[in-house]
């Protein structure tokens, strides 16, 4: 099975996987988020349904602000016979509940989730949204991580990792949480010596907050946020863990950067945190205790390595490419018309 994802209306150009994941690159955009369930298909992400490809009978159509676009399409990929699921573009809980607060937002997407022959929650989270809006088959997947390729596996020795990371870069965006990231890491890193590497996408302004914070300059990087995504892994790699208390609940991005750069990430709500560090993750923990949790692997850091195996075996059975797209396959032929 060959599946096409397909965003009505959306920017990004066509983009085909006839080699999976592929090998990291600058020059395209990674096989990541909802990328990635055409990737591990050897599918095609498409923006317009005349772009699918005659042999790709199965579509992902992602929704969200697109509403009108996505409602239209059904009528296309129904003459040509396909099946089609839904699922969120950007499935942020606290967004979706803003998208669909207008009742005539609402009664859209409940004609989209009627017509649809099933969806795909991508969070657990969104099992509902899809389910009380009148979709038949509803299941939860989290969109996979090429950590069965070895061409993905960024790891380095762990002799030469230094320090924590902080996962999150952005201090407009309240539910990263970006500023309580910072000030929760202050004391750890000062108790225990600890360097810290951060991603700043604010430019000024944000350097300008850092320099607030009170960390010692020694050990403190802060690095420019624009950079390609296989040297942002390798930066990741070179950290002893990623520490974050991000609460948007989504796909779990860094988690899953940290799955690539093999090396363990504690705090966060996001899926993938949820299925590969549940005993990291920050679903039913306080920051206090994340606090301990990162204080305990840097204190031992050869314990990261039992708690990656335990991480990279869950993401085996359920985040990797082989696994979802065998999830991807069975689902469909449950749905199929």
Not at 126 to 133: E, G, K, P
Not at 201 to 216: N, T
Request: net charge neutral.
């Amino acid at each position: 099975m060959k599946l096409a994802v397909l965003t009505p209306g959306g920017r990004d150009p066509k983009q085909d996987f006839p080699d999976g994941a592929g090998a990291p690159t600058d020059s395209a955009h990674p096989p990541l988020g909802n990328r990635a369930f055409a990737a591990c298909t050897s599918g095609s992400y498409v923006r317009k349904d005349q772009e699918i490809p005659a042999d790709h009978k199965q579509v992902l159509m992602l929704v969200g602000d697109n509403l009108k676009a996505c409602r239209q399409v059904f009528v296309e990929l129904r003459s040509l016979g396909k099946t089609i699921a839904i699922a969120w573009k950007d499935p942020i809980p606290s967004q979706i509940a803003e998208l669909l607060s207008k009742p005539a937002r609402f009664k859209l997407f409940q004609e989209i989730c009627q017509r649809a022959d099933g969806a795909i929650a991508t969070t657990p989270d969104l099992v509902t949204f899809f389910t009380a809006a009148g979709v038949r088959h509803t299941e939860f997947i989290p969109a996979p991580w090429p950590i069965d390729d070895a061409r993905w596996d960024l790891s380095v020795p762990i002799e030469e990792r230094r320090g924590i990371f902080v996962g999150t870069r952005e201090f407009r965006a309240p539910a990263r949480q970006h500023l309580a990231t910072l000030l929760s890491l202050r004391q750890l890193a000062s108790s225990m010596y600890e360097s810290v590497t951060l991603l700043n996408a604010d430019s000024g302004r944000g350097r300008g907050l850092i320099e607030r914070l009170g960390y010692d300059p020694q050990l403190l990087q802060v690095v420019d946020a624009r950079m390609t995504y296989p040297r942002y892994l390798s930066l990741l790699a070179k950290h002893k863990l990623v520490w974050q208390l991000d609460a948007t609940g989504g796909l779990g991005q860094v988690a899953g950067d940290a799955l690539l750069a093999r090396i363990p990430c504690i705090g966060g709500l996001g899926a993938t945190e949820r299925v590969a560090y549940p005993d990291l993750c920050g679903h039913g923990r306080d920051s206090e205790q994340l606090f301990d949790l990162a204080a305990r692997l840097l204190e031992h850091p050869h314990d990261c390595e039992a708690v990656m195996e335990r991480a990279l075996g869950n993401a085996r059975e359920k985040l990797s490419f082989s696994a979802a797209a065998q999830r991807l396959e069975s689902f469909f032929k449950r749905i199929s018309r």
